[in-house]
């Protein structure tokens, strides 16, 4: 696969996803709650690259899934979790942040009160349509959507992603293990879930499910890692967001403690792990994800 045809297939995994956001996201009845829907498709539907819908995806077509139907409600609700998580990110409480991809963030546009809801709705959503498509199947298929959830559930709690912004937002200790615990909850949990819940949907075995919890721990971990890069490295233009946030808020990173050079051989060396676990699958479903691996190691943003 030729870098012109990944970037078509890309465009095109994308596109998909934006379709499965605009069909599963829910549309208000009433003028009384009308503007928390809008914020919810506001933050929603404001661009952004849809990696974990998109890993989750390749998950199950590696791991021989054929109806992108049984998956569309999983991927709609993991990039509503998601979302949720940075409307929360960027309240003033957290990282106080006004943009986010080129747009003002949901608590500028909207108002804290809102905004906040409109995180909560996303995240409530996302078990909505979970449990939705859990109900529709036989008990077979069942299991495996409940598994799924279960993944998915975990990684956005108290032992994944919140878990990480807790420590993230109190930060006692400066040192690199805890910079370490943090990146790899609050940003590989998701991403992890998004790879174990996708091979799970398809009826994956516990040991591919595995190999894709490895491989998602190595991406989660180097995507962040490449986030402090960014910080310091990027433009507001080019990121969609303000620079310097971790420098302003007094945050440890990677890159403060590390330096940039170390930190992006870490990041390569992450990135080989996670292509050299991805080996284990023989099949010709693989070489997307192979490309895409490769593309979040050169992103600008």
């Known amino acids: 696969m030729t870098r012109m045809d990944f970037s078509n297939e890309l465009k095109s995994r ?13 549309k208000s009845t009433s003028l009384y709650d009308q503007v928390v829907y809008n914020a919810m498709k506001y933050s929603l539907m404001s661009g952004g690259k849809r990696i974990r819908p998109i890993l989750m995806l390749e998950a199950y077509k590696i791991c021989g899934g054929n109806n992108v139907m049984d998956i569309e409600p999983f991927m709609a609700a993991m ?11 960027d309240l003033p409480a957290m990282d106080d942040d006004d943009y986010r991809r080129g747009k003002l963030t949901c608590h500028k546009k909207y108002g804290e009160d809102v905004a906040v809801l409109a995180g909560d709705a996303l995240l409530n959503t996302a078990f909505e349509i979970m449990l939705g498509a859990c109900l529709k199947d036989n008990k077979v298929n069942t299991k495996h959507k409940l598994l799924a959830s279960k993944e998915i559930a975990t990684a956005a709690g108290v032992k994944g992603m919140i878990g990480g912004q807790v420590a993230d937002v109190v930060q006692i200790e400066t040192n690199i293990d805890v910079i370490n615990y943090i ?14 819940a996708g091979a799970t949907l398809a009826h994956g075995s516990l040991q ?6 490895k491989i998602g721990n190595c991406i989660g971990l180097a995507f962040q890692i490449q986030d402090d890069m960014l910080d310091i490295t990027s433009t507001t233009e080019e990121l ?7 420098n302003k808020n007094g ?3 990677y890159v403060s403690i590390k330096g940039l050079e170390e930190s992006r051989q870490i990041v390569n060396e992450l990135i080989e792990k996670a292509l ?10 693989k070489e997307f994800l192979e490309e895409f691996i490769l593309y979040l190691r050169s992103r600008k943003k």
């Open 14 to 26: 994308q596109k998909l996803v934006e379709n499965v956001l605009t069909k599963y996201m829910p």
């Open 79 to 89: 990039e509503m979790i998601h979302t949720y998580s940075l409307i929360h990110d």
């Open 183 to 196: 990146h790899i909850h609050k940003t590989s949990a998701i991403i992890e879930a998004s790879l174990t």
């Open 208 to 213: 591919k499910v595995d190999i894709f919890r």
């Open 240 to 246: 969609g967001k303000q620079v310097g946030s971790d």
């Open 251 to 253: 945050k440890k990173t």
């Open 276 to 285: 050299d676990s991805l080996e284990n699958f023989d099949n010709g479903n």
